[in-house]
């Protein structure tokens, strides 16, 4: 069956602390890759995506993501937290035209 | 570009009551989604439309209904309210071409509450 899990419900990270965020799908082809951000109150926003090509794409706010096929995951970095990055991870995972399933978010909390 | 409103912000509604919930999108954008986000759950998907006079079921479709009579509107009706409808429900839009999902543009949602 197709998935997506984020294994880590909530982190804490030190300001200037480094961040990965994990995310695994399970299915049988590469599928259409996606990393939102949700601050308190608002919508989702896109940091970034991977369809093809280089397996390390690069997004808003500093973030960046690797694709590895063999791992069947996509997580997701930032070299340097800020506190205006605390907020709710989401990776999205596209099977399909029609099917993009969301896991269950990641909350980032940042200390100063 | 106001890109994706949703309208009401919040609502209180009571057991059996009816009410919908609005959507409108400024990008002509062809798809459109309604979620809905429960804490530790992620979005669930209710329903979706691949562009105006097309709506196809999601994940969790039952107790909701949907039209889509133009490009930029797609509202939501929720009928005979329960209190398992108590949620966040977002609402989004997307330009997939051909048959590739692409990024989806998101609502600031609604906070529903079914007492």
């Known amino acids: 069956a197709q998935s997506v899990t984020q294994p880590d419900i909530h982190i804490t990270v030190s300001e200037g602390a480094s961040l990965e965020l994990r995310c695994n799908y399970s299915y049988g082809a590469t599928p259409y890759l996606f990393w939102y951000v949700q601050s308190p109150g608002q919508g989702l926003q896109l940091l970034l995506k991977y369809f093809s090509g280089d397996t390390l794409v690069q997004g808003i706010k500093g973030f960046e993501a690797e694709f590895k096929r063999s791992q069947s995951s996509f997580n997701l970095r930032k070299p340097s937290v800020h506190w205006s990055d605390a907020a709710e991870y989401f990776c999205?995972?596209?099977?399909?035209?029609?099917?993009?399933?969301f896991g269950p978010g990641t909350s980032l909390s940042v200390i100063p | 570009n106001a890109g994706v409103t949703q309208t009401p912000k919040f609502r209180i509604l009571k057991i059996g009551q009816s009410m919908t919930l609005q959507c409108t999108q400024d990008?002509?954008?062809?798809?459109m989604y309604w979620y809905r986000q429960d804490p530790g759950m992620g979005l669930k998907l209710i329903y979706y439309s691949v562009g105006a006079g097309i709506t196809d079921k999601g994940e969790v479709p039952n107790g909701y209904n949907v039209s889509r009579s133009t490009t930029e509107d797609f509202p939501l009706r929720l009928e005979l309210a329960a209190p398992s409808q108590t949620s966040v429900y977002f609402c989004?839009?997307?330009?997939?071409?051909?048959?590739?999902?692409?990024?989806?543009?998101f609502g600031p949602g609604t906070r529903l509450t079914v007492l």
């Open positions: 990008m002509n954008h062809n798809y």
């Open positions: 999205a995972v596209g099977f399909s035209y029609d099917k993009v399933i």
């Open positions: 989004a839009s997307s330009r997939n071409s051909g048959r590739t999902p692409d990024t989806q543009y």
